[in-house]
Structure formats: structure tokens, C-alpha cells
């Protein structure tokens, strides 16, 4: 069973700043790639953001500039710092992680959810 966490949603003015966490736990060898997306009700769940084991990025037109994701392998967690947030930055943001599993009888790349955590910015 492998559980990933999201932490650091909260409600804040426009032009301010969030720091989301998203904290993997379980039976994990190890972490590939790790994602956030985000999604507005009515909508598709959109990538938002992208890092790869060595630390190569990818991010979505909308936020280049503004948010920077990073990860600390040792931890098995990965952050997104959100900065000059926007009211169209609203949404509920899911942290997606390729791993590994550390269980003898699961092979293969194996992927997991987070269960969401609400981002509010007020104009």
C-alpha cells in the first residue's frame, strides 16, 4: 500500500504565496517522476508541474515564473512553491508519483494519487 499526502492548501490574497508538500509513505523501492496537476469543478484535471528523478522540470504555460516544484528523494516528498498567485490558480491540487514497490511479487512502474488539497485565491 503506498499513500501519497498533500499538505499546504490553504486561502490566501491575490499575489501571495503557498508552499504545497506532498509526502509519499509505504511500500516504495523507489520514486520516478512526480507531478501535481490540479482541477476546477466542470473541468479536466490539468499538469501543472513535472520533475523527474534528476531533477529535470517541466510546468505549464500558466505558471512558468511563478511556481517551482522540487522534491527531496530522501524524504520521498515533493513541494511546489506557488508564488504571485492568481484568483484563476483556484483549485484542488493532486500530487502523482511513478514509483516502485518494494514488495517481492510487484514489478513493473507503479502509480499513485494523493487525495487533494484545496488552493483558494481571493481577488
Known amino acids: 500500500q503506498v499513500q501519497l499526502v498533500e499538505s499546504g492548501g490553504d486561502l490566501v490574497e491575490d499575489g501571495g504565496s503557498l508552499r504545497l508538500s506532498c509526502a509519499a509513505s509505504?511500500?516504495?523501492?523507489?520514486?520516478?517522476?512526480m507531478r501535481w496537476y490540479r482541477q476546477v469543478p466542470g473541468k479536466q484535471r490539468e499538469l501543472v508541474a513535472e520533475i523527474t528523478t534528476d531533477g529535470r522540470t517541466n510546468y505549464a504555460d500558466s505558471v512558468k515564473g511563478r511556481f517551482t516544484i522540487s522534491r527531496d528523494n530522501a524524504k520521498k516528498t515533493g513541494y511546489l512553491q506557488m508564488n504571485m498567485l492568481k484568483p484563476e490558480d483556484t483549485a484542488v491540487y493532486y500530487c502523482?508519483?511513478?514509483?516502485?514497490?518494494?514488495?517481492?511479487?510487484?514489478?513493473?512502474?507503479?502509480?499513485?494519487w494523493g487525495q487533494g488539497t484545496q488552493v483558494t485565491v481571493s481577488s
Open positions: 509505504g511500500s516504495i523501492l523507489t520514486i520516478r517522476d
Open positions: 502523482n508519483a511513478d514509483y516502485t514497490s518494494s514488495l517481492p511479487n510487484i514489478v513493473g512502474l507503479l502509480s499513485s
